[in-house]
């Protein structure tokens, strides 16, 4: 049997298929039935899917199936609010002679971890100012087992294999570009924001070794990698005899990158290395939701409306060299 991909999946079509399983729970219905929610996903990308009015006998089987499975189901492709979803009509644990292979179901950074990782870290050895050059190497080198499969968030941007690899990565990169147009900017600040600002995430997000989060940490949900972040830092600050400046400006990266109080940043950035690492991360977040919605379709076409992005549906040219936003009707 041939797999069906998830940037494949068109709507109407009756499958039978394997999947890998994110998350998984049975929720209460406002009719007072029983439904099994679950998020699945192959290499290609995710979707949700429903199994509606669970009897009893169906429980036992249900329960076996956890986050990191390969589920087998037979479903219908829908579409709700303008997203593919499954309507799953039989759905079991996968089993040894079903033949799957657990790296099909995988989505991964496009990069080698240790590729990026080495990168980064060179990043750090090349800062010239001394402390926060000691700060970020001691970083990079305290996490890097995780740092090899951590994903960058539980679902959406970044949640892949390596993903907060990537994500770092490719803010360092954009970072020391725009250091070459903004001359002002103080580039070991900037890229030692980037390379700390999200080391909290795993902290703050459960995963396994595949990258695969089945959501946030007891410290993830009442605090958050903002607070961890600079809840940790202060403390290894002090132990590295930061300049008192230094280290609240440094804290004050962290406080204020995702900007507004709503996003988790009690302050706005006071000083322009704090403001272009709100954008390095605002920028990356979103130009990596294009992309991955883009991935999935068909030239001429636009893809399913993209929450993260105000509930856009996106455009792909013909020839495949530009994109744009459809707005709202």
């Not at 390969?70 to 799953?88: D, H, T």
């Not at 995702?258 to 605002?282: I, T, V, W």
Request: one cysteine or more; a negative charge; charged letters at 35%.
């Amino acid at each position: 049997m041939e797999h069906i991909f998830i940037s494949q999946l068109r709507t109407g079509e009756t499958l039978t298929d394997f999947y890998m399983v994110k998350a998984i729970t049975i929720k209460v219905g406002s009719n007072r039935k029983k439904y099994l929610d679950v998020l699945l996903a192959d290499k290609t990308g995710e979707v949700s899917g429903k199994k509606w009015d669970i009897v009893d006998e169906e429980m036992d089987g249900l329960s076996k199936i956890e986050v990191g499975n390969i589920a087998k189901i037979a479903a219908v492709v829908n579409e709700w609010n303008g997203m593919k979803q499954f309507r799953i009509n039989k759905i079991r644990k996968g089993q040894k002679e079903d033949g799957t292979e657990l790296s099909d179901y995988i989505k991964t950074a496009p990069e080698p971890p240790e590729e990026m990782y080495a990168y980064l870290m060179g990043k750090a050895k090349a800062l010239n100012d001394e402390d926060l050059n000691k700060l970020c190497v001691k970083k990079l080198e305290e996490h890097k087992e995780k740092l090899m499969y951590y994903p960058a968030a539980s679902k959406n941007h970044g949640a892949e294999m390596g993903g907060l690899l990537w994500h770092i990565k490719r803010m360092a990169m954009l970072g020391d570009k725009a250091c070459d147009v903004y001359t002002f900017l103080d580039r070991d600040m900037l890229i030692a924001g980037v390379i700390l600002h999200d080391m909290e995430k795993m902290t703050e997000i459960n995963s396994n070794e595949y990258g695969i989060s089945d959501g946030y940490s007891f410290e993830g949900q009442l605090l958050g990698h903002i607070t961890q972040g600079v809840k940790v830092l202060d403390r290894e600050m002090d132990e590295l005899d930061f300049p008192y400046e230094k280290k609240i400006m440094v804290e004050h990266m962290i406080l204020s990158h995702h900007y507004e109080p709503e996003y988790g940043s009690p302050k706005r950035p006071l000083f322009p290395e704090a403001e272009m690492l709100h954008y390095l991360d605002m920028i990356d977040a979103r130009l990596f939701d294009f992309e991955d919605a883009l991935s999935k379709t068909e030239p001429g076409e636009f893809s399913d409306r993209v929450w993260t992005l105000e509930n856009r549906r996106l455009y792909k040219r013909k020839d495949g060299s530009d994109v744009s936003g459809e707005g709202e009707k």
